[in-house]
């Protein structure tokens, strides 16, 4: 059953995609490339007051390109992509990306230490337990929703099974007997998780239920490394989530996204890590 996407399941999957990061507007995607000259030089005339008069802006005005609306962002040459690379330079790229992912995370969590420390005692814990189990919560329990209210635009970022030169090779137990897609099929598992996930932290973190916040905190730390791919195969295959959702500045807006995956996870890190 496919729901009627929502203005607001859009924008509460705007703000989890981006998280707090301002890549929508990077620049050089978001304006048309400026024209220093005309695109079709003026004749010459013997009448000096025809070029004082802007014949040239004129025609320049009339011939450049219209501008480009938001959501028509300059895509990449396709000859850029790793996507276009042998098998075999795609998969060295995926496991350097990941390194990085790992290594970006290690930083993150050591930089959460260091205002630990310097904070006065007591501060970052009260700060840790009594707002980050409330606000991750929400975030993943209303982008879980968005897996059934954009569907599509999930679906259009699962990695095809045999990608990055047959590296991606993850099943789809059931799909079949469910009369599901296999992008269909992790769409909805991993929407289901993310609700789910979603409300255990917040009914944790508010003391609904008697189980320390660390537990839901390291599932959902999990569920985020276990969908990494998908981010991963946006940047490889300059793929867009469509669905009305703008499309990413390529690269830097998925290097927006990267650092905000390396936040998510430090957070929750240390969300489950502390003593």
Same mark, same amino acid.
Request: charged share 10%.
């Given at each position: 059953?496919?729901?009627?996407?929502?203005?607001? =399941?859009?924008?509460?999957?705007?703000?989890?995609?981006?998280?707090?990061?301002?890549? *929508?507007?990077?620049?050089?995607?978001?304006?048309?490339?400026? *024209? #220093?000259?005309?695109?079709?030089? +003026?004749?010459?005339?013997?009448? $000096?007051?025809?070029?004082?008069?802007?014949? +040239?802006?004129?025609?320049?005005?009339?011939?450049?390109?219209?501008?480009?609306?938001?959501?028509?962002?300059?895509?990449?040459?396709? =000859?850029?992509?790793? =996507?276009?690379?042998?098998?075999?330079?795609?998969?060295?790229?995926?496991?350097?990306?990941?390194?990085?992912?790992?290594?970006?995370?290690?930083?993150?969590?050591?930089?959460?230490?260091?205002?630990?420390?310097?904070?006065?005692?007591?501060?970052? !814990?009260?700060?840790?337990?009594?707002?980050?189990?409330?606000?991750?919560?929400?975030?993943?329990?209303?982008?879980?929703?968005?897996?059934? #209210?954009?569907?599509?635009?999930? +679906?259009? &970022?699962?990695?095809?099974?045999? +990608?990055?030169?047959?590296?991606?090779?993850?099943? !789809?137990?059931?799909?079949?007997?469910?009369?599901? =897609?296999?992008?269909?099929?992790? #769409?909805?598992? /991993?929407?289901? !998780?993310?609700?789910?996930?979603?409300?255990?932290?917040?009914?944790?973190?508010?003391?609904?239920?008697?189980?320390?916040?660390?537990?839901?905190?390291?599932?959902?730390?999990?569920?985020?490394?276990?969908?990494?791919?998908?981010?991963?195969?946006?940047?490889?295959?300059?793929?867009?989530?469509?669905?009305?959702?703008?499309? &990413?500045?390529? $690269?830097?807006?998925?290097?927006?996204?990267?650092? !905000?995956?390396?936040?998510?996870?430090?957070?929750?890190?240390?969300? /489950?890590?502390?003593?």
């Amino acid at each position: 059953m496919t729901m009627a996407p929502t203005t607001a =399941s859009r924008a509460f999957l705007l703000v989890y995609l981006y998280f707090g990061f301002a890549v *929508q507007n990077t620049s050089g995607f978001a304006s048309p490339s400026s *024209q #220093t000259s005309c695109p079709h030089r +003026c004749r010459s005339s013997s009448s $000096p007051s025809l070029k004082a008069n802007g014949v +040239c802006r004129i025609t320049k005005a009339l011939h450049s390109e219209p501008p480009r609306t938001p959501t028509e962002l300059e895509r990449p040459d396709p =000859s850029i992509l790793i =996507s276009s690379k042998p098998g075999s330079e795609q998969q060295d790229s995926v496991f350097a990306i990941s390194a990085v992912i790992v290594g970006g995370t290690i930083i993150f969590v050591n930089l959460l230490s260091g205002l630990e420390n310097i904070l006065p005692n007591g501060w970052f !814990a009260a700060w840790r337990d009594y707002t980050w189990p409330l606000g991750l919560g929400t975030i993943f329990t209303a982008a879980g929703i968005s897996h059934f #209210t954009v569907k599509n635009a999930f +679906c259009n &970022i699962v990695p095809p099974k045999g +990608c990055w030169g047959g590296l991606w090779q993850v099943p !789809a137990p059931g799909a079949q007997a469910l009369g599901l =897609s296999y992008e269909e099929f992790h #769409t909805y598992w /991993t929407g289901i !998780a993310e609700i789910s996930g979603g409300l255990f932290l917040i009914a944790s973190g508010l003391g609904i239920v008697d189980i320390d916040p660390k537990v839901p905190s390291a599932l959902l730390g999990m569920l985020v490394f276990a969908i990494t791919p998908a981010n991963i195969y946006m940047f490889t295959h300059d793929v867009e989530m469509g669905e009305g959702i703008p499309p &990413i500045p390529y $690269p830097w807006g998925h290097a927006g996204r990267g650092v !905000a995956q390396m936040v998510l996870l430090a957070l929750f890190w240390k969300l /489950t890590f502390h003593y």
